[in-house]
């Protein structure tokens, strides 16, 4: 069982930053075999997928956040981060911290990213 602690969100201006983490707990040394990935749910939207990492760093970013949002990962720490820069309206939701490995998906439980115009 991995346990995922997300942090650093919060509220922030339009065009400001906010760094967000996760610690995955639990992942022993399975940590570099998952995908790791940031999912964001806005009110009344479905949960999108914002980017992921695999263990050699390859990364994917949905169309909206290219340029602005970096993920990065640290197999050592078992930590995945998400840089997002010039933060817009529209990227205001609850941001999940993700691990998948074949048939196991791991959820953290949230944290608040909101961006004032």
């Known amino acids: 069982q991995v346990q995922l602690v997300e942090s650093g969100g919060g509220l922030v201006q339009a065009g400001g930053s906010l760094r967000l983490s996760c610690a995955a707990l639990?992942?022993?040394?399975?940590?570099?075999?998952?995908?790791m990935g940031w999912y964001r749910q806005a009110p009344g939207k479905q949960r999108e997928l914002v980017a992921t990492?695999?263990?050699?760093?390859?990364?994917n970013y949905v169309d909206s956040v290219k340029g602005r949002f970096t993920i990065s990962r640290d197999n050592v720490k078992k930590t995945v981060d998400l840089q997002m820069n010039s933060l817009k309206p529209e990227d205001t939701a609850v941001y999940y911290c993700n691990a998948h490995r074949s048939a196991y998906d791991f959820w953290g439980q949230g944290t608040q990213v909101t961006v004032s115009s």
């Open positions: 990492i695999v263990s050699g760093g390859s990364t």
């Open positions: 639990g992942s022993g040394s399975l940590f570099s075999f998952y995908v």
